[in-house]
Structures are given as structure tokens and as C-alpha cells.
């Protein structure tokens, strides 16, 4: 073999026959158009995950309140803050274990199996007599329900390059609807027996579960996906038996260096030792920079349901649970219409720290205008409400996505999962703070009217724009670093 052959067949990339990552390598090089179906199937399976995370607030406030475990109407915050973090405690105890387990046994079982946790103990959180089996359901959907980290990783390596940060987006997107859709589903069909008495009736089992039926709608499409998500292919490169194909490459090898052949070669074996994650600034960066964001989130979420559904004497909307769940479903629909169209366009622009830090500022004076929203009444009231909503959710969620793009970027293939673990343990422990303190805050500030400093849900508001404000500070260098190729 001459050297030129040699150099030529060092640089095609070599297959493995039985690997299902080869297969989708291969598949990706053979189709050039954008992926519609790996898009939908992708958002299908976050979406059901992200559902049953925050459709539980806009009723929670109901639900804590028919355990007749407050005392006070004040203090139904607290106990709703408890159940709140108790899926993010449990997500954050074991995201690692299950991102090692996607980079050893691949992406697709950990997330069928995240989907099936879904449909089990979602249901029975729906059937919840008392706080404790609340908190036990939440905790149980939480630390079995490893989904989040490999499905990142999933759609960073379904896509073809130029397509990669659409399918990170679609992520965040979908994530996005899903913690503005739960909690409309919440809404809408919580309490149906009440809203709904000519379908259903006190006696029935909706009657005796006000909570149960957003509950259970949810994990009945989950279970749809659960089965369609079966036929999802498989990216985790899995080389055993290649040993014949391996001393070949080395015989080629060998062969060129004697030639004076210098070439990259260009392999799908992961076989280089790797890199601590710990040490790698770029990855660790970028997730410090989306907990502290992801706690500001989490707070957010949970405080804009207590906050819509409080009496106004309390500072509050006095809405229904149908109300926030009409708000929010506006949301979702902006969201999805700007991140499927606006946002790639934007981070080819201006990249995703820039994107990142930008609707990081553009936040703070948003979240400062909230105690003045609940001043107006009328149709006022709900325009100005759904327009800030909108607005909110879109820079939050660009935010996520520009960082979940920071993340990938850092790291290989065969460490993404257990980098992803990483950040969804981080994020869930700053998560969990969000809803306990989140509560607890707002308890607070609903006892201190008539202050001069901040009154009311004015100090609520500042505290959410002062963690937003360190995470925009966290964006610059030469604390947040992009990893480039």
C-alpha cells in the first residue's frame, strides 16, 4: 500500500458493525436535511418528564390546605415548600448513579425507565391522603427518575453538528413548556368534581381525589411515550469484540509512521484515558452558573402560583387555579414559537454566554415590576400579566438552553452523561432550596404589610432579583469559561 493510500484510509472513519453509536454516526452522515422526527421524539420525552414537576403548584396551595395541616392560612407556604423540594432532594441524591449508568449501558434505558417511574408514582402522588405520603410519592418521582442528564446528552449526539443547537434547544424548550404546561394541566383540572359537577361527581373518585386527574392525564401520556420511546436508537458507542479491526488500524499505523505518514486519525473508540471532570473549569463553570440560575427558577415558579392564587389583602392576585393555568399556558405557547424559531438564530449571533448574560439583565427590571401588576385589575391586569409571563419564560429558558450548550461543549462523549449527572445533582440540591425557600419567603412577606422598606411581595421580588444578579455577574469572565473546539 502506497503512503498516499495509507494517509487516506488512516483518515476515514471506521464503524463498528454491532455498535449502535457507528450506527447513528453513520446514519447522520448519510442524511443532511433537518431531523424532524428525532426533534418531535426528543421533546415528546422531556416534555412528559418536565410535566409532573410544577403541574402540582398552582393546587398545592389547596392541597396543603385540605391536609389541615397549617394552622394558619400564613403558614401553608412552609408546608407547600416541603413538598415542593422533596423530588429535587431525591433527583439530586442520584443523578450522578444514573449518568454512570447511561455512559456504561447506554442513554435509552435510563430513559425509558425515567418515563416509567413517571406513570407510577405521579398517579399515586394524585392519590396523596396526607402530607408525608405527598412528600414520599415526590421523592420517590425524583430520585428514580434519572431522565434529565442523559437526554441532554441524547440530543447532543443525535444531531449532526450544525443542527447540535437546535436539538439542545429543543431540549430546554420543551423543558420549558413542560414547567409552564404542568402547571396549567394543574390548573385546569384540579378540583374537577367542583369545576366540572355535571361530568364528575363528589362521590366519584375524582370527588374524593380533588388533586388526582392532572395527575393521572399526565401519566397516561406518559405511558404513551414510555412505549413509543422503544423504537428511539441508541447513541452510546458500544466497541466490544473489535479486536481483529484494532490490531489492523495499529498495523496501519505503524506502517505510516515508518513512511513518515503524520496524520489524525479519526475514531469513534473513547479508548483516550479521561480528563477529571472535577478539574475541568469550562464544565464545572458553566455548571455553577446554571444552579445558581436554576434555584432563582425554581423559586420563581413556585412563588408566581402562591402569588397569583393569594387574596389581594395579602398582596396577592386573587386568581383561580383555572386562572394561572390560562396564564401559563400563554407562556408555553410564546416559548415554544421563540425557541424553535429565534433561538438558534440568536446564539449563531451572539453565541450562548452572550445570550445567557443578556436575558439574565433583561430579567431584573421585569421581576421588579411584579408588585405593581397586582395593582391593576381587569383586562389590564391580564394583558400586562401575560405579556411579562411570556417574557419571563423566554429569557429564563434561553438561558438554560445557552448553558446546557456550555455544558456538552466541555466534555466528550463518554463522560457526557456523568457530566450531566453532575449538573443535575448540583442543580437539584440548588433546586431544592428554591420551593423550601421560596415558601418560606413568601410566608414572610405576606406577615409584613405595613413595613417601610419593601413591603409585602415587593421583598419577595428583590430577593429573586438579587440571586438573578449574582447569576448575570457569574456569566462574565474569568469565572464563566466557553470551552472551544
Known sequence: ???????????QKHYYENCPGCKVEKLKESRRGLPIRELVSIWIVVLCSALPISSLYPFLYFMIRDFHIATREEDIGYYAGCVGCSFLFGRALTSIFWGVVADHYGRKPVIIMGIIVVVIFNTLFGLSVNIWMAITMRFLLGSLNGLLGPIKAYANEIFREEYQALGVSAVSTAWGIGLILGPALGGYLAQPAEKF?????????????????????????ALVVSIASCWLPETLHMHHGSSELDESRKDMETASLKSGVKCKTQEFEGKAPKKSLIRNWPLMSAIMTYCVFSLHDMAYSEIFSLWAVSPRRL????YTTEDVGTVLSISGAGL?????????YLDRLLGPVLVARICGILSIPL????????MLTGISLSIVLNCASVAKNVLSVSVFTSLF??????????????????AMTAMSLFKAVGPAGGGAIFSWTQERQDVAFLPG??????ILNVVMAIGVLMTFEPFLVECRD
Not at 355535571?198 to 401520556?221: N, R
Open 457 to 462: 411581595n415587593q421583598m419577595i421580588f428583590f
Open 336 to 344: 415554544l414559537v421563540f425557541q424553535t424559531c429565534l433561538y438558534p
Open 405 to 422: 450548550l456550555l455544558q456538552n461543549k466541555a466534555v466528550d462523549q463518554d463522560q457526557r452523561g456523568a457530566a450531566n449527572g453532575i
Open 367 to 374: 421581576l421588579s415590576s411584579y408588585p405593581f401588576i397586582a
Open 197 to 221: 359537577p355535571s361530568i364528575f361527581s363528589q362521590e366519584s373518585v375524582f370527588g374524593k381525589f380533588p388533586y388526582f386527574l392532572p395527575c393521572l392525564t399526565i401519566s397516561v401520556f
Open 315 to 318: 398582596g396577592g392576585l386573587s
Open 1 to 11: 500500500m502506497g503512503v498516499e493510500e495509507q494517509k487516506e484510509a488512516l483518515l
